[in-house]
């Protein structure tokens, strides 16, 4: 959609604590602070849909090279946004979706602090090999709470809660086979103007998986994986493990990250397996460790491990768009994948 969006000045708006500076712990992942009850999962540090919006629209005009447009509405009608760093359509693109469910909120924190950082000069270098789009927080009802089910237990404290599922309950991570006249209005809104309009060559989808899941006995940091349907060619899942392995080496390097195999579906509802049916794109599922909130215990994260787990949605965004720039990509090691364990959700 070549629209442009609609100026909207909100006014009274905090101030972008939640997208400052990053912190790590010096302790490796497997030692972070965790909920049991022994800290409270608190939603109000987390960015708001109304920040989300005023921060893009803030970086849009501190930023020349980034296109600001809204793809569509979600249940509630809230807008969806899309962030366009379009410098030449002879380069190669990647997508970046967050937030298919809504409790998932750490990629997008990350996202966020991921287009702040493409304004700079360093970046911009890079920007001219690179097309990058980025769909943050694509389930906005959800990650505000504002959906038509209970959300009596749910876990979290603060101001709001944030739900898997978007406002009609359903999960739009399962709409993917789907004809697109039929799916979820967010979903549909991806499709319609993104997934079908733009030439994608590589796409990697964040999630947050449950808080507990080991490799060897550690708890990792987060798990990936490439499309498993049985239809998809393995030339497609050679390319999408190359963009797993830009990841896993970043992360790996990193004394904190842990990652593991996720023991996903082959399913082609789920979007990493359905968009690489449909469109012949690469995909990545990223899923980061902890939830922001959820009715279960174990699937949510204290906000001592956010430091972390944003820096890791960072990493990933900046080191695979630079492998993509620079062409590495074609020639990333691969093995890893032969040996790389599926994570359990035991020690
Ligand atoms: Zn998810």
Do not use: C
Request: charged letters at 20%; zero cysteines.
């Amino acid at each position: 959609m070549k629209q442009k969006m609609l100026k909207v000045t909100l006014t009274g708006l905090l101030a972008f604590g939640t997208i400052g500076a990053i912190s790590i712990p010096l302790s490796a992942v497997g030692n972070g602070p965790t909920y049991k009850g022994n800290e409270s999962i608190q939603t109000s540090i987390l960015t708001t849909y109304e920040e989300v919006v005023d921060f893009l629209q803030t970086q849009e005009a501190k930023q020349d090279a980034l296109e600001l447009d809204v793809i569509g509405q979600t249940v509630k009608g809230r807008d969806i946004y899309i962030a366009k760093y379009l410098s030449d359509p002879a380069n190669p693109t990647i997508l970046y979706i967050t937030q298919q469910h809504g409790n998932e909120q750490l990629t997008t924190e990350g996202a966020l602090q991921f287009i702040k950082q493409l304004g700079t000069k360093k970046s911009q270098e890079i920007l001219a090999d690179v097309n990058v789009l980025v769909v943050p927080m694509l389930n906005a009802d959800g990650a505000m709470g504002d959906v038509d089910f209970s959300l009596d237990d749910y876990i979290a404290s603060g101001d709001r809660h944030l739900t898997r599922a978007n406002a009609n309950n359903v999960d739009l991570n399962r709409e993917h086979d789907k004809e697109i006249a039929d799916m979820e209005p967010e979903a549909k809104a991806l499709y319609e103007e993104v997934l079908e309009k733009m030439q994608i060559d590589y796409l990697i989808d964040l999630h947050h998986q449950g808080a507990y899941n080991y490799v060897d006995g550690n708890l990792v940091s987060g798990s990936i994986l490439y499309p498993t349907n049985p239809n998809i060619d393995e030339g497609l899942i050679e390319q999408s493990k190359k963009l797993g392995a830009v990841v896993y080496h970043t992360i790996d390097a990193k004394g904190w990250g842990l990652i593991g195999k996720y023991n996903g579906g082959t399913g082609a509802n789920i979007g990493r397996n359905g968009i690489a049916l449909r469109y012949g794109i690469p995909t990545l599922l990223f899923e980061m460790r902890g939830m922001s909130d959820h009715t279960n215990p174990s699937a949510v994260l204290g906000q001592k491990s956010n430091g972390y787990l944003r820096k890791q949605t960072l990493l990933t965004l900046e080191e695979t768009m630079k492998a993509i720039a620079d062409g590495s990509i074609e020639t990333v090691d691969t093995s890893f994948w032969d040996t790389l364990s599926t994570q359990t959700n035991r020690p």
